[in-house]
């Protein structure tokens, strides 16, 4: 199961009420007020049919079903790659306001102290040359992908390359982050946990001075040369990027942008194609990291899966994350696994890798998940990721980019089948052109779901979360809110036990902020 910490306040609330009831009757008063409540979720329950059948009545028309989803609120996005998720156009004007160069010729983004090449051009110029501007678009996507000359795996992971220069910049972090934060307000997504790496050179740097190949005590040397100062230096990033998009999106002023009101959590990325003493190093720096600095809730492991390095090492990697695992049990833990298919790997490299992320790494979550059915005993897997609630994050758009994998090929019904968490994610809009909302519309077209099981995936988002907290949920059903809220009805006036135990957990605060805007949603005039 994801890891949670354990609610004292709502035990000691539970006894109290048991024993209370053990002696004192319930009012006339208590008694309505619960009846109200029941009567009232009934209600939400035939409005939730309601607009359940609107969808139904419309699975014909794809643009109704484009404005549904697009207003549909939809939790949280919990796979996105910061670099990733920014548009090209936004990174070209930003290069301009950095005062960068680009070569019309290799389409490679030139530094302000070396503009003075006859191939050169400003690139606040660019959109002048519509031919070069297009073609720069092209270059740092995978738009008009038909046309690219190369395969959407290479053309996908080639276009980080490509924005880097600007990407990297440290003192753009924050546009960055407000940039997919207004993306996600529009699309009604109210939290987001963006993968990026904090102090990646720095450590990797370390690693060589001290690896010996033996985990426990490259840690304790790694602890003792230098990561505690990274950590700090780290910590500091965090805080530049959280000014950073304060003052990029207005928040403190009077006129906040919608991005202000979406809260933002990050994951440590680790590159997974580096040596075993630098991917050691990152992940213990990882691991430090999240235990030291609130706004960064976990961990994941990137770059291409089938890369020659992190093939070779991927079992050695997995159990690096188990040693640390023990060292810092309360580490939330999401990995990229199974993000290959038949063909771009042998079969060899296709039987074990998410079972060893599951198994062996004690990963909370999974990041795509594609290549299940390769698995040796599949469907044993798949009854253990069920029972351990481990969700994975289903990404349709990049799956059918990068692998070819769409359609009936894809096992993303196999995992709701049998009764795998599964949310929707994104990957990265910016690079597929995509948002968040045309991966419902996907997966609503594609696989026939209809809004109630929309409504589920945009709660798994939360509920697996690595944001902290109890969950608003009794269980991962949804059914029952937990016994301080359950008689409140959501968008309504919250109840002082339930105000109070909001306030303890950050989680079922967002979650109750999406039953509220559920309940504000289905009960708009064009779904009745």
């Known amino acids: 199961?994801?890891?949670?910490?354990?609610?004292?306040?709502?035990?000691?609330?539970?006894?109290?009420?048991?024993?209370?009831?053990?002696?004192?009757?319930?009012?006339?008063?208590?008694?309505?007020?619960?009846?109200?409540?029941?009567?009232?979720?009934?209600?939400?329950?035939?409005?939730?049919?309601?607009?359940?059948?609107?969808?139904?009545?419309?699975?014909?028309?794809?643009?109704?079903?484009?404005?549904?989803?697009?207003?549909?609120?939809?939790?949280?996005?919990?796979?996105?790659?910061?670099?990733?998720a920014v548009y090209a156009e936004s990174y070209l004007e930003w290069a301009a306001e950095e005062n960068y160069c680009v070569n019309t010729v290799t389409l490679e983004l030139i530094e302000p102290q070396e503009c003075n090449g006859n191939e050169a051009i400003a690139a606040e110029d660019l959109p002048k040359r519509t031919d070069i501007y297009n073609a720069w678009i092209d270059r740092w996507s995978t738009r008009n992908l038909a046309f690219a000359g190369e395969s959407g795996h290479d053309r996908f992971f080639n276009s980080f390359q490509g924005?880097?220069?600007?990407?990297?910049?440290?003192?753009?972090?924050?546009k960055m982050v407000g940039n997919i934060a207004n993306r996600a307000a529009a699309q009604h997504i109210f939290y987001l946990e963006l993968m990026l790496t904090f102090q990646g050179s720095e450590v990797r740097s370390l690693a060589s001075e001290v690896w010996d190949g033996d985990f426990a005590s490259t840690r304790q040397k790694l602890l003792t040369n230098g990561l505690p100062q990274l950590i700090k230096e780290g910590q500091k990033e965090v805080e530049a990027i959280a000014q950073g998009f304060s003052?990029?999106?207005?928040?403190?002023?009077?006129?906040?942008?919608?991005?202000?009101?979406?809260?933002?959590?990050?994951?440590?990325?680790?590159?997974?194609?580096?040596?075993?003493?630098?991917?050691?190093?990152?992940?213990?720096?990882?691991?430090?990291?999240?235990?030291?600095?609130?706004?960064?809730?976990?961990?994941?492991?990137?770059a291409p899966e089938d890369h020659p390095l992190a093939l070779r090492d991927y079992t050695l990697q997995m159990e690096m994350l188990q040693f640390l695992n023990r060292q810092y049990p309360n580490i939330n833990i999401a990995l990229h696994a199974g993000e290959l298919t038949l063909g771009l790997v042998p079969p060899s490299d296709l039987k074990n890798h998410i079972r060893q992320a599951v198994e062996i790494a004690e990963a909370d979550r999974i990041g795509h998940g594609v290549s299940i059915f390769y698995e040796e005993n599949p469907l044993q897997l798949l009854e253990e990721m069920k029972?351990?609630?481990?969700?994975?994050?289903?990404?349709?758009?990049?799956?059918?980019?990068?692998?070819?994998?769409?359609?009936?090929?894809?096992?993303?019904?196999?995992?709701?089948?049998?009764?795998?968490?599964?949310?929707?994610?994104?990957?990265?809009?910016?690079?597929?052109?995509i948002d968040l909302s045309n991966e419902y519309l996907r997966a609503a077209q594609t696989y026939d779901l209809g809004y109630l099981d929309l409504k589920k995936l945009a709660r798994n988002s939360l509920e697996y979360s690595f944001i902290g907290g109890e969950s608003l949920w009794q269980s991962s059903d949804f059914v029952t809110m937990i016994n301080a809220c359950v008689d409140d009805v959501p968008g309504g006036t919250l109840s002082q036990g339930c105000n109070e135990f909001l306030q303890t957990s950050d989680r079922a605060r967002e979650q109750w902020r999406l039953e509220s805007e559920f309940a504000e949603f289905e009960n708009l005039s064009w779904l009745r």
């Open 247 to 302: 003052e990029a999106l207005g928040c403190d002023t009077p006129n906040p942008q919608p991005g202000c009101e979406v809260t933002v959590r990050y994951l440590q990325q680790t590159t997974r194609f580096k040596s075993p003493a630098e991917v050691f190093a990152q992940f213990v720096y990882a691991f430090e990291l999240v235990q030291t600095e609130e706004l960064v809730v976990g961990l994941n492991l990137v």
């Open 387 to 433: 029972r351990r609630g481990i969700l994975v994050e289903i990404c349709l758009t990049s799956n059918d980019v990068i692998l070819g994998v769409k359609g009936e090929d894809h096992p993303f019904p196999d995992y709701l089948q049998a009764e795998v968490p599964v949310t929707l994610a994104s990957d990265d809009e910016g690079i597929s052109r």
């Open 163 to 174: 924005f880097d220069p600007i990407s990297s910049l440290q003192e753009l972090r924050g």
């Open 1 to 84: 199961m994801h890891k949670k910490p354990f609610n004292l306040l709502f035990c000691a609330s539970l006894l109290f009420s048991l024993g209370s009831n053990l002696t004192i009757p319930k009012t006339i008063a208590q008694e309505t007020t619960r009846e109200t409540a029941i009567a009232q979720r009934q209600t939400r329950n035939n409005v939730s049919e309601r607009v359940a059948a609107w969808f139904e009545s419309n699975r014909d028309r794809p643009t109704k079903l484009r404005a549904f989803v697009q207003r549909m609120p939809k939790g949280g996005d919990i796979h996105s790659h910061l670099s990733g």
